[in-house]
């Protein structure tokens, strides 16, 4: 058995006219964040944490965006296709831990689902899910609502095997 961590970060604008969706949940907001996808800056930071344990690079270069396939593909596919390729390399997802950096909205009463929608991305229980929420205490670009970061960090284990790795 061995274990592999990772970390992850992300941040997108946020404009209007746009819905806003971290962890694969819509919540209600006068804007929403930019990006060829969904601009899910929460889930693209666990894809990058779970992409950096595997030691497979980033997002860009995992999911390229030059490659038609991935263009406007939401978190939720993203995090689909990677959880195939744990599956196939026999990882397991232990536990992530995730912290959204958002002057506003006020998230707190939407943790619970975006803690439920991670968990079902990836196959594992709640309890191995943590999301935390903070402000930017009005510093910045962050705190003049400008855009919303996310960092994670997640644990993975691999099963015991004699084998070489794959690529
Ligand atoms: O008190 P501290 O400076 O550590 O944190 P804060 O950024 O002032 O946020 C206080 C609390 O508000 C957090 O612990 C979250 O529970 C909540 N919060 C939230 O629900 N939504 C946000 N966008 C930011 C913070
Ligand atoms: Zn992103």
């Given at each position: 058995m061995s274990l592999r961590v990772g970390i992850g970060y992300d941040v997108h604008r946020l404009v209007p006219d746009r819905p806003l969706i971290l962890g694969g949940v819509e919540i209600p907001y006068e804007k929403g964040l930019l990006g060829h996808?969904?601009?899910?800056a929460l889930t693209h930071a666990v894809i990058d944490a779970v992409i950096g344990a595997l030691g497979k690079g980033d997002i860009g270069s995992f999911?390229?965006?030059?490659?038609?396939?991935?263009?406007?593909?939401s978190g939720a596919e993203l995090c689909a296709e990677l959880l195939e390729r744990l599956k196939g390399d026999r990882f397991t997802l232990l536990n992530l831990d995730a912290t959204v950096i958002a002057?506003?909205?006020?998230?707190s009463g939407f943790i619970p689902r975006m803690r439920e929608a991670l968990a079902s991305f990836f196959g594992?229980?709640?309890?191995?899910v943590n999301i935390k929420a903070k402000t930017h205490?009005?510093?910045g670009s962050l705190g003049r609502k400008e855009g919303i970061a996310a960092m994670a960090v997640v644990l993975l284990e691999k099963e015991d095997s004699h084998e070489e790795e794959t690529d």
């Open positions: 996808s969904d601009g899910d999911f390229p965006d030059t490659d038609p396939t991935y263009e406007g593909k002057q506003a909205p006020k998230l594992i229980t709640v309890s191995r205490e009005g510093i």
